[in-house]
């Protein structure tokens, strides 16, 4: 029936009307907060373009998880930055690599805590690419082995869930077979299913240091103007054995975490990755918007889009004022 028997501002009155109303609601539950472990002790280095973010020492990533914990957000994500880098990567499947290291910390304090682990290589390259280099291109069959043997040592550390960012064909599989190998059929795998070639990543680049030396990521990473190569993507992912979806990043691409959560079954995770948080940052430091609203406007967008979780750089923050 139209005006004036129906007004839809009947509804929307007052608060007690509008929470009965509300389709979305953002707990600290959805959250999980990507944290960058480096070497030392009691080291805290701000990342200048992620206000708010450190690269953290093993000591004080406890510090900061113990506040996930009172905060009830389920997870961290763990990013690590080596004390050196190389062709291989190695650092990124050292026994006592700096992720190794700080999730065996993180699970004998906090043993409730789900750890998250991002596998992948271009923190750990001298050339910056998420797999090993062949001349001019990265070699996508060599690479596996090398985030099968990543995968393995952090569930060794304690991972209770291993996450592959690098985008080369295949690796899920060879990752779940490798940890089945291990004994290891009980850690989850979260593929970067959807991760899109993004200019949104920079202020993540500097804080890890792991801009490509040469060339890009096109080769690897999807191309910011499909859709329906997302879903191949996610379709042959739950092929291989993914049991979360993320699509990354997730402002830029409300469309796609919709037509994911539409086509699969799978819980969704999308990333609101670092460029994501810097232009919120940066616009509240220059007081040309409402960081604090502007935050809760787009995680809840995030969620309404069809996220079950989403990983951000805001968890801490959004949970102290979710918590009230
Ligand atoms: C590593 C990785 C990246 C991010 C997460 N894992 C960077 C990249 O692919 O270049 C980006 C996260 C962010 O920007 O917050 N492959
Ligand atoms: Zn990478």
Excluded at 18 to 41: K, N, Y
Aim: with cysteine; hydrophobic share 45%; proline share 5%.
């Amino acid at each position: 029936m139209p005006f004036p028997y129906q007004r839809l501002r009947r509804l929307r009155q007052n608060e007690g009307f509008r929470r009965l109303v509300r389709e979305t609601v953002l707990t600290p539950s959805d959250l999980i907060l990507p944290l960058f472990a480096i070497g030392g002790t009691n080291v805290k280095n701000p990342i200048e373009s992620m206000p708010g973010q450190y690269q953290l020492s093993p000591d004080n990533i406890v510090k900061t998880a113990r506040q996930v914990v009172e905060l009830g957000i389920p997870a961290v994500i763990l990013f690590g930055i080596p004390d050196g880098k190389d062709a291989t990567g190695s650092g990124a499947y050292a026994t006592d690599g700096i992720v190794q290291q700080s999730v065996t910390l993180i699970k004998e304090t906090l043993p409730d805590l789900l750890v998250i682990t991002d596998v992948c290589l271009c923190e750990y390259t001298d050339h910056g690419h998420c797999g090993v280099v062949a001349g001019q291109t990265v070699d996508n069959d060599a690479t596996l082995a090398l985030l099968a043997k990543t995968a393995v040592s952090h569930a060794r550390a304690g991972a209770d869930m291993v996450a592959p960012s690098d985008m080369m064909d295949g690796r899920v599989a060879a990752i779940r077979n490798a940890l089945d190998d291990d004994g290891f059929k009980h850690t989850p795998i979260m593929a970067y299913a959807a991760k899109y070639c993004s200019s949104y990543y920079g202020p993540f680049r500097s804080a890890v240091d792991s801009a490509p030396k040469f060339g890009d990521r096109r080769t690897y990473q999807m191309d910011p103007a499909n859709s329906d190569e997302a879903l191949r993507e996610v379709a042959l992912d739950i092929e291989e054995g993914a049991d979360i979806i993320m699509v990354k990043p997730a402002l830029a691409f409300l469309d796609i975490i919709r037509r994911v959560r539409e086509t699969v079954d799978l819980p969704v995770a999308a990333y609101n990755v670092s460029g994501e948080y810097a232009m919120i940052k940066a616009a509240d430091q220059l007081g040309w918007l409402d960081g604090r609203q502007v935050m809760l406007e787009t995680l809840t967008a995030i969620k309404r889009a069809g996220a079950d979780m989403i990983l951000t750089y805001f968890a801490l923050e959004a949970a102290t004022i979710l918590n009230g």
